[in-house]
Structure formats: structure tokens, C-alpha cells
């Protein structure tokens, strides 16, 4: 049985946040609207910090990845659908692009005694990555063979926890 993961950023690095955005390309306004409704090219302004690091996925505000994330995906899921932003911070005159994938969304499982989410097998069935929603609650949960996949390329500021199947 193969093992699964929620995705977030490390706790070792800060990773860009929007100084502007909120409604454009939060989950909410993405998981409303088509692919194709969403503006072409959207660039934003992250905050100034001095430790920011372009790390290789954001959760906030909503779930993207790097190109190098992205390559991996397109593997397991090659017909994946995905939003292109470019995030700039404008004082250190540094940019990144990042990818928003659709993502096909699952019901979270809860224990009764409040132990943390699960998932069962058979909603997670061959995806490599989906979106496991649980009330306003969202986690992006990736298979273990797409985790080492995105890991030996070289991937920083990715955090792991794993989860229970059953």
C-alpha cells in the first residue's frame, strides 16, 4: 500500500506572501471559475522580508508550484489543467513563475476522538495529488512516488506529514 502526504510549506522558510490579491486567486475564486476565466497573465506583488525564499510549492492563498514541482506532476497526472502567475518582489527586483493546478477535490475523513484527518483508499484510487477538503479546511495530499519524484530534482521548502490510509 503506498503511503501519502500532506504537502505545506517548511517551517524552516518563509515563503512568499501576496501584498495584493485576495479575491483574484484565492480557493474560494479559483474552485468558482474555469480555467479559461481566469486572466492570462496575472503577476503579483509579494512582501518584503528578508528571509523570503522562492521555496517550491505555496499553500497560501491558495496551492502553487514551481516549474520544477510542476514537471513532476505532469508525469502522474499529464492532462492536469494549471493557471500561470508570475510573483515579483519588486525591492530585491527577483520573480518567480508559479502554477495553480485544478486539482480534483476529496472528502477528508475525521476520527471520532480528533486524532487528525485520513483518507480512505478508495476516494484517493490512482491519483498522485488531489485536494482533501475537510469543512473550510483544505490540504494538498500527494502519493509517496510523487513526493521522492519532486524531492530528487532538487525541491526546497517543501514540508511533509504523512497520513493514514485505510
Known amino acids: 500500500m503506498m503511503k501519502y502526504f500532506v504537502v505545506s510549506v ?33 503577476l503579483f506583488q509579494v512582501n518584503r522580508h528578508m528571509q523570503m525564499v522562492f521555496t517550491d ?34 525591492e ?7 502554477y495553480i493546478p485544478y486539482l480534483e477535490q476529496v472528502e477528508a475523513g475525521r476520527r471520532g476522538s480528533g486524532k487528525g484527518i485520513f483518507m480512505e483508499r478508495e476516494k484517493a484510487g490512482e491519483k ?11 490540504y494538498i495530499v500527494m502519493r509517496m512516488d510523487l513526493v521522492e519524484s519532486i524531492l530528487r530534482r532538487g525541491a526546497i521548502g517543501i514540508g511533509l506529514r504523512e497520513i493514514d490510509v485505510i
Do not use: W
Not at 12 to 34: C, E
Not at 92 to 98: D, G, H, I, P
Open 57 to 90: 510549492v505555496i499553500t497560501f492563498p491558495c496551492f502553487m508550484v514551481s516549474e520544477t514541482v510542476k514537471a513532476s506532476i505532469k508525469i502522474y497526472h499529464p492532462f492536469l489543467k494549471y493557471v500561470r502567475i508570475i510573483l515579483l518582489q519588486k
Open 92 to 98: 530585491k527586483e527577483r520573480s518567480m513563475a508559479y
Open 10 to 42: 517548511d517551517d524552516n522558510y518563509v515563503a512568499p506572501a501576496f501584498a495584493s490579491g485576495y479575491g483574484i486567486i484565492d480557493r474560494k475564486t479559483l474552485h468558482r471559475k474555469k480555467v479559461f476565466e481566469i486572466q492570462k497573465h496575472l
Open 128 to 138: 498522485a495529488v488531489m485536494e482533501m477538503v475537510e469543512g473550510d479546511k483544505s
